[in-house]
């Protein structure tokens, strides 16, 4: 073991990443690149048979050798055939291929190959008895028919030709199958025969690619008869879902070369009626060319509503409950005129119900399409029973537990007006009253029985609405005017009385103003002054006292009304209600430059209060200073008289101010003084 010298370090190993990588692949690579090539295996020369027999037994035994080591490779078995066939065995050869075949019957390839072999060596009869041993073997692989098909035509065989293709189409193949047999009769110029291929195959394959090759057949022959006949049974033959937007064109196509244009638009039309919608496209856009070629206005009109209606079909599929949408293709149906269409549109329309739980606002788009299609059945369908019937499906979907909507039952009720149905008018209210009470429809109500001239019904009415919300002034506002106008004023002053002594009202302010102006109109003036007293009682507000002066202006007591802002400005002091006392002020100020002289505007004005802002803390609820905070107050003279201290405390304050001020300079002048 070496011994290490003291005081020499080791230095450690580094183990960082090379500047320069290499991948594996990259070996790789490399290692390719430079490896030697194989030595090629020496050259040998046969001269004589005996050397021929060795190299050909040789060469069996390995072929052999490896087929039996893998008889399922199919390459082995290939390569054997095709030396032997190099060699000129071709007994050997077709035993080859045939124990292939016995190993896999199913082996394309091989026969394939097989096949090949014979026909490379003009071997027509064995080719074709293996072109029917295959076809029996795997009839369902389309190119063995095929080159079986082809030897036979290229021999001339045309016989053999046609009932190979018989052999074939028992099969029922795909469509190639049968348009090479039409094109190999054609050549043969068989019409008949063309034909008869064409029924079985429609009959085999009931899609639009027969019928459409079948009828432009007969167009090429010039039997447009016939090509009609075969494109009307395709309309038969195929069902609805079945149907392709290529059939119609190419329909539509031949009655325009034939100069039918009327049956052209019918196909279209009938078309356009048929497919779904998100298969017309292409419909949509021909037909607009033919119109545009051989249609009248209308008719280029009919073409773009179909197309408007594609368009919002294809938006309703997005999101069914866009009730804007629908009212746009409602409108659109309704300005085509077509009622039935517009009736079914209107019915898919309402039957995209909101959610019952969401909010009432979600609804009243969907709300309005129920109110349109009573319209339109009223008004535009003159069916006053589908209407009615509507009204009440409408009715039956709002979950009136949740809300409703007024709007409904008042145009229901006019509707049964309007149809001359009072009773049935009545009723609808009346469960509108029960089921979902609300302002609107009281007041439609009354509004009905007032017309009709029903005053005890319209104060049933009345008596209903005050019931379900006593709080609620316009109601009784509007009992009073009706009572005002049939002269009934003691009922008018009890209507009052009840309303004013309701614990809570909405407005009382302005039952209290209705109140009064109507005693004013009565030119009951002392009622007046007893209503301002009593209202007075209740609010000390400042738009009262200066209402209550304003009535007294105007009957010409200027004295009584300078003594009630008197009396006003008096009880609000005494209240200390500075705000009140403030808009009192200006109000009667006002009063005096309009009404008063020199010496009692100077007196008003010596009432008038000084403005002073003032900063204040402010604390929040766990009582932390949290801001300052400008907060405007006003002092009158009364109050300044009586805080003769307030300038005092002021000139306190300013001295304190300036004593901190004092102080904070001496302890900065001593502190510079010890630094020195």
Known sequence: MSQIKAGVRRQPKNKSAAETQITAEQLLREAWARQEAPPAPPKQTIVDKDELNDYQLRKRKEYEDGIRRNKFQMTTWMRYARWEENQGEFVRVRSIYER????????????????????????????????????????????????????????????????????????????????????????????????????????????????????????????????RKVYEAAMETLQEDAYDQELFIQFANFEERCKEYERARVIYKFALDHLPKQMAREVYKVFIQFEKKYGSKEGIEDVIVNKRRFQYEEEIKLNPQNYDIWFDYIRLEEGYGNIERTRDVYERAVAQVPPVRVEKRFWKRYIYLWINYAIFEELDAADPMRAREVYKTCLATIPHKQFSFSKVWIMY?????????????????????????????????????????NVDRCRTLFDKWLEFAPEYVDAWREFVNMETELGEYERVRAIFELAIDQPMLDMPEHLWKAYIDFEIAREEYDRVRELYERLLQRTQHHKVWSSYAQFELSLGRTAEARAVFSRAYDILRREDKKEERVHLVDAWQSFERENGDANSIKEVQSKLPRKVTKRVKLVSETGDEIGTDDVTEFIFPDEESAKPNLKLLEAARKWKAEQLAKKAAAAAAAARAGGQ
């Open 100 to 227: 292939a075949l016995e190993i896999d019957i199913k082996n394309q390839s091989v026969w394939f190959k097989y096949i090949e072999f014979e026909m490379r060596h003009k071997n027509v009869n064995s080719a074709r008895n293996l072109f029917d041993r295959v076809v029996t073997s795997l009839p369902r692989i389309n190119q063995f028919w095929y080159r079986y098909v082809h030897m036979e035509d290229m021999l001339g065989n045309y016989a053999g030709v046609r009932q190979i293709y018989e052999r074939w189409m028992q099969w029922l193949p795909d469509d190639n199958a049968w348009i090479a047999y039409i094109k190999f009769e054609q050549r043969n110029g068989e019409t008949a025969r063309v034909r008869d291929i064409y029924r079985r195959w429609v009959i085999a394959h009931t899609t639009v690619v027969p019928f459409l090759r079948w009828a432009k057949f007969e167009e090429t022959i010039g039997d447009n008869e016939s090509a």
């Open 413 to 453: 009720a006019h509707f049964e007006v309007r149809q001359k149905q009072l009773d049935a008018a009545r009723k609808v209210l009346g469960m509108a009253i029960g089921m979902a009470p609300s302002h609107k429809i009281f007041r439609a109500y009354i509004l009905l029985e007032w017309k009709l001239l």
